[in-house]
């Protein structure tokens, strides 16, 4: 039976730190939706099958966790679609009470570990270390910390779960670094910003398209996942190359972890 997944989307922004407009990342990508080809000429099949997507209303970060948990205790994957990071620890946190030995799988090029951040201690810049505290996470694509951030990570061991852009990891240790039950979570600015340059805070040296698959294909086959998100989509005016990108993005994942 195929997998049954809900879009979520969850438009937050409260701690946008440069550039702003995340709030419009989940109806930008969800307008791109209808026009995704749902065929995958690598696997000749569709991605998502025919009733096994649907999409929600919008939801405010403050009812994210009840909305996250119902799907859950429905046996559904939730695909949240933010909206900035800070969204994540809240839609991981229901998954932890079914899913005991969670992990999560982070992309992006900010290590998102300081402890706060202009004086939020919830803010974007803080999302992997409240993640932390609820499971353990892998961390690849990485291109932009602080002090503070590169100084906890070693201290703590994180620092061997960060795998860097520069210098990217064989896709089999991220893998390995990996519980059984994977959550994922993607800040679009993982991606080298010739691939989607609408985002806040975007970072040179990023993941190409293929390289970004490549893993996702990886994990999926290798484990299960039990949710997802894609944050930081900051649309701009004429450019609808990065809406489209993303929302391919979601279909490609969803059929990953549909085979």
């Excluded at 569709?46 to 970060?61: D, F, N, Q």
């Amino acid at each position: 039976m195929p997998a049954s997944f809900v879009i979520v989307p969850c438009p937050h922004e409260a701690t946008a730190s440069y550039g702003r407009g995340t709030k419009k990342g989940p109806a930008a990508i969800i307008k791109a939706l209808p026009y995704v080809e749902n065929f995958d000429e690598e696997r000749e099949r569709v991605m998502v099958p025919a009733g096994s997507l649907e999409i929600g209303r919008p939801v405010p970060l403050a009812k994210l966790a009840s909305r996250v948990a119902g799907l859950i205790e429905e046996g559904k994957i939730p695909v949240i679609l933010g909206g900035e990071h800070s969204l994540t620890p809240v839609a991981v946190g229901p998954f932890i009470r079914k899913f005991k030995r969670l992990s999560v799988l982070q992309l992006d090029a900010h290590a998102d570990l300081r402890n706060s951040y202009q004086d939020k201690k919830n803010s974007h810049a803080c999302a992997l270390r409240r993640v932390l505290e609820i499971c353990p996470a892998v961390q690849v694509g990485i291109r932009s910390l602080s002090v503070e951030e590169w100084e906890w990570a070693k201290k703590t061991g994180q620092l061997g779960k960060m795998h860097f852009a520069p210098k990217l990891a064989e896709t089999e240790k991220i893998v390995r670094q990996l519980s059984r039950d994977v959550y994922i979570t993607i800040d679009v600015d993982v991606f080298d910003p010739a691939v989607i340059p609408a985002t806040g805070t975007p970072e040179p040296g990023g993941l190409f398209w293929y390289e970004v698959l490549d893993i996702l294909k990886a994990v999926c086959a290798a484990k299960k996942i039990v949710g997802f998100d894609v944050v930081e989509l900051a649309p701009r005016k004429g450019e609808t190359v990065s809406d489209f990108t993303a929302a391919k993005l979601i279909y490609k994942l969803m059929g990953f972890i549909t085979e």
